[in-house]
């Protein structure tokens, strides 16, 4: 037999991979099967994560913050915010837009001519086969190609006049749900430019006394942004260890030496083995951690200095619009040197990223962003290298002769290596987006977006070209011809070989294998397992089994995984693979955009049982991503008009070119479309927004009000200031640091602005849980 020269390579990847997979699996096993030896402490750490979520406002300190119900309507209501309620409106609209293109294709094969329905699908065969297929094909596709000319201009119309009007229908959701409600946003305004001030100085209440003497306001609050990076993990331990204080359960806890701990009796040998190693590698380390004191902590905050930005928090939202009405009228205030702007803002103090104010400027930005799109492009070339090569290698070497095609393997590795190549973008991008240093979590998820979208795309296209190529020789070497009888190697340029019919229909089927299940289904199918499933259930298994694992260590390790807005660059990236599919013949079309419309419906119920469910609480106020999410689709539209210019031509349309220039023409239909478009969102759109009540419904609602039932707070979210107010400002109480799941450690103290107080919020029942069934009820040590 003829054999690969690579063949033994590939069998010992394959093994090496058996090999890691069976040691995982006989873990799991062995995990799922030890007994429960640390029942009590478990319990408590799940309270905590359940704690975490996605809960009403407090009413009066009852502790009742109860969960959202699991099928709230999230197009309606907005338990996590104006923006998620917009996110989830979007994913509803995609839902449509795709079960409506993929039915009216079905219309409109059902109506015309049945042939549409699988006009490029049918497999390759013999040479005879094959020749006929064409012949069947060309003919076919070109008498029904005003067909696809028809649809294409009704799907052009309704996806950019949807686009348009979805954008009117979003603005004016967000502007009613903001004119109705209060939220903490309302009673801010950023403070700019300020000067760089020791923190030996009581800035704080100086710049407060500033602004209130000169604007005659009243000011609740300041909450300085500070420089501290050099310190950001000092400062982090030091709130951690007074929180813990503040619990007598984890304060005991944190005092027991768990090295000392024996490890449980009875178990077996290949148990006690595997508990061993996951307890050198897990377990705390025998050295304490190094904590400053209250004394070494209180001179860092003396050295550090201040950024060049603070936010002042006053009592209501007409005070606040008074405050920096004068400001702008006066042209600034004087404040140590500096003239200090107010300004307005629409972000909540949770996506507030307070160490990046001192730590990255905007030049520093820019820098780090081109430093991350190198390091997008490496992991795109890691990709192709690694993962894409080696499939391209093998479907090439693949013989192909007397109508053979590759096999079910060869489907399931190119649906690997996609989501492979789709996971590698999605890590890289997050990472980038997080090294630049965004000073709010709105901007870091629109550039994710655009980053991910992007590079996903690019790897949509080195697929593309090297099918194109792949494809080609493969043509070539079996002796395909043209609908004219011309071998392929005779045709002259590269768009009438792509509109050939051998090429149309094997780059209509690997354009149809990336988007689905590879891109559609597949990640979204894995995705409750990595980020939700999997993670609670080895804390679950390595807490349970290990009780030398107590206090804070064992709540993190159930700690719920926090979510974002990474969704919208999922949703483009389908839209722009299903669309694709109109370059080539028609038969995948309604199966793609009714595929898209189902994948998309089941992943908005996953997302909203992850929001309401399985991840920490989370707010979005503004539309930004969702705005930057419109935008994008401008670019979407535009490759669905550059599809309709490329089928029209030579159908009698006015316009018939070869060659380059149609790639050029296509090329410039999809840039007119996306500048007109994005220029229509930037000035039409909001002509047709709601205009502002003259009234505010809401106008009796202050901060005081706001604060008392929202645990997160301009005060309460800031390290620093909460660091200060203990050792600097030594208030009583001092104004906690909010951690998500301990809301019910903060305190009240009215001259410092802090007014939540609330009782610890009911907790689920997990007795139920395969790990916790035979749980009796220990006392903890």
């Not at 699988?118 to 040479?127: D, E, I, Q, V």
């Not at 020789?473 to 340029?493: H, S």
């Not at 450690?745 to 001259?751: A, D, I």
Request: with cysteine; proline share 4%; net charge negative.
């Amino acid at each position: 037999k003829c054999h690969s020269q690579h063949v033994f390579l590939f069998y010992g990847i394959g093994v090496l991979l058996v090999v890691i997979l069976v040691i995982i699996v006989i873990w799991v096993i062995n995990m799922v099967m030890r007994p429960l030896y640390n029942g009590a402490v478990l319990l408590r750490s799940l309270e905590y994560r359940s704690h975490q979520k996605l809960r009403k406002g407090a009413r009066g300190g009852d502790g009742d913050r109860d969960l959202w119900p699991v099928f709230t309507n999230m197009i309606k209501e907005a338990p996590a915010g104006a923006g998620m309620m917009l996110h989830f409106n979007f994913q509803g609209a995609v839902i449509v837009w795709g079960l409506c293109i993929g039915l009216g294709w079905v219309v409109l094969a059902a109506v015309v001519d049945g042939a549409l329905f699988y006009l490029g699908t049918r497999k390759y065969g013999s040479p005879r086969e094959n020749c006929i297929l064409v012949a069947w094909g060309y003919a076919t596709q070109q008498r029904l190609m005003w067909t696809k000319v028809l649809f294409l201009v009704c799907a052009y119309t309704f996806t950019f006049v949807g686009a348009i009007m979805f954008a009117i229908r979003q603005l004016r959701i967000f502007q009613e749900f903001d004119s109705k409600h209060k939220t903490m946003k309302d009673f801010v305004a950023m403070v700019q430019n300020m000067p760089q001030i020791s923190g030996e100085t009581l800035v704080e209440n100086e710049l407060k006394d500033s602004i209130s003497s000169a604007t005659s306001v009243p000011v609740v609050g300041v909450s300085v942004a500070w420089n501290y990076k050099e310190y950001e993990e000092d400062f982090e331990k030091h709130l951690e260890q007074k929180m813990i204080r503040q619990d007598p359960v984890l304060q005991r806890h944190n005092t027991i030496n768990t090295s000392a701990i024996p490890k449980p009796d009875g178990m077996g040998f290949l148990t006690s083995i595997l508990y061993d190693l996951e307890r050198k590698a897990l377990a705390p380390s025998e050295e304490e951690e190094d904590v400053m004191t209250g004394k070494e902590m209180k001179e860092k905050l003396k050295s550090i200095e201040t950024s060049h930005t603070a936010f002042a928090v006053f009592e209501t939202e007409a005070l606040r619009d008074r405050a920096v009405k004068y400001v702008e009228e006066t042209g600034g205030l004087d404040f140590n040197g500096n003239k200090i702007t107010l300004e307005a803002i629409l972000s909540e103090p949770d996506t507030v990223q307070w160490l990046n104010f001192g730590n990255a400027s905007f030049a520093e930005q820019l820098s780090r962003l081109f430093i991350g799109f190198g390091a997008i492009f490496l992991a795109l070339c890691f990709w192709s290298l690694v993962f894409y090569a080696p499939y391209a290698y093998a479907v090439m070497s693949f013989n192909y002769a007397n109508g053979q095609q590759p096999g079910p393997i060869y489907g399931l590795a190119f649906s690997m290596v996609v989501v492979m190549g789709n996971q590698i973008m999605y890590e890289v991008c997050a990472r980038v987006s997080d090294y630049v240093g965004f000073r709010f979590s709105d901007s870091k998820a629109v550039c994710y977006m655009i980053l991910f979208t992007v590079s996903c795309l690019w790897n949509v296209l080195v697929d593309m070209v090297t099918t194109y190529y792949v494809a080609e020789q493969i043509m070539m070497e079996l002796g395909f011809r043209t609908f004219n009888g011309k071998m392929l190697d005779e045709v002259p340029t590269f768009t009438e070989r792509f509109e050939t019919y051998a090429m149309q229909r094997t780059l209509a089927e690997n354009t149809f294998q990336y988007a689905f299940p590879s891109t559609f289904l597949i990640p979204f199918l894995l995705e409750p397992i990595a980020t939700v499933l999997g993670p609670l259930m080895a804390g679950v298994w390595i807490v349970g089994s290990h009780p030398e694992i107590k206090g804070r260590e064992a709540e993190n390790w159930v700690a719920a995984i926090p979510i974002d807005l990474g969704r919208y660059a999922d949703i483009l990236l389908n839209m722009v693979l299903a669309i694709l599919i109109f370059y080539f013949p028609g038969g995948y079309t309604h199966t793609l955009f009714i595929a898209l419309g189902l994948c998309h419906l089941y992943i908005y119920a996953m997302d909203q049982y992850k929001v309401l469910r399985s991840v920490p609480s989370i707010t979005v106020a503004t539309m930004q991503v969702d705005w930057w999410a419109q935008a994008m689709l401008a670019p979407v539209c535009g490759i669905v008009l550059s599809c309709l210019v490329f089928k029209a031509n030579c159908q009698g349309h006015g316009y018939c070119i070869q060659g380059m220039p149609l790639v050029g023409i296509c090329t410039a239909a999809f840039w007119v479309h996306t500048i007109v478009h994005f220029l229509l969102l930037l000035y039409v759109v909001p002509f047709f927004g709601k205009p502002k009540p003259e009234e505010d419904p809401c106008k009796d609602l202050g901060y005081k009000d706001v604060a008392s039932v929202m645990p997160c707070s301009w005060l309460t979210t800031n390290p620093v200031h909460c660091l200060r107010s203990q050792l600097i400002y030594k208030h009583s109480p001092p104004c906690r640091f909010w951690f998500s799941g301990k809301e019910h450690m903060l305190e009240v103290n009215e001259k410092i602005g802090s007014y939540f107080t609330d009782k610890i919020a009911t907790g689920e029942s997990f007795k139920q849980m395969h790990s916790l069934k035979s749980f009796r009820q220990q006392e903890e040590d």
